[in-house]
């Protein structure tokens, strides 16, 4: 069964760091789209950044030069390195992937929405809290 688990958010001063990791089972991240997405409270649903099935990676503008988004194929894991935080990066942190997997013939392959506006997730994990406070 297709599963997903993130962990790792908690509270941290602005300015500082924390790294999220998402564990995927009953599928391997090297064949599908993983997107973190966060949804702070009173706001809707926002994607964040986005690791497409061949490794490219991508960013909305407001995480751009200050998140990471990596995995570790081994592990099966995707890690979201979050630096320079804002009290605006406040939110509950998902991770979620699609049904279709997209192979190097695929444009998908090596792209992915980060804004999470042209496709749907189907796989959701549970949400993981980041606080940023001073």
């Known amino acids: 069964e297709v599963q997903l688990q993130a962990s790792g958010g908690g509270l941290v001063q602005p300015g500082g760091s924390l790294r999220l990791s998402c564990a995927a089972s009953?599928?391997?991240?090297?064949?599908?789209?993983i997107g973190w997405f966060r949804q702070a409270l009173g706001k809707k649903r926002e994607g964040a950044s986005c690791?497409?099935?061949?490794?490219?990676?991508y960013y909305v503008d407001s995480v751009k030069g200050r998140f990471t988004i990596s995995r570790d194929v081994a592990k099966n894991t995707v890690y979201l390195q979050m630096n320079n935080l804002e009290p605006e990066d406040t939110a509950v942190y998902y991770c979620?992937?699609?049904?279709?997997?997209?192979?190097?013939?695929?444009?998908?392959?090596?792209?992915?929405?980060?804004?999470?506006?042209?496709?749907?997730?189907?796989?959701w994990g549970q949400g993981t809290q980041l606080t940023v406070s001073s």
């Open positions: 009953g599928f391997s991240i090297g064949d599908y789209t």
């Open positions: 690791i497409s099935a061949g490794g490219r990676t």
């Open positions: 979620a992937t699609q049904e279709r997997a997209y192979n190097s013939g695929s444009y998908y392959h090596n792209w992915c929405p980060a804004s999470s506006s042209s496709f749907e997730y189907d796989y």
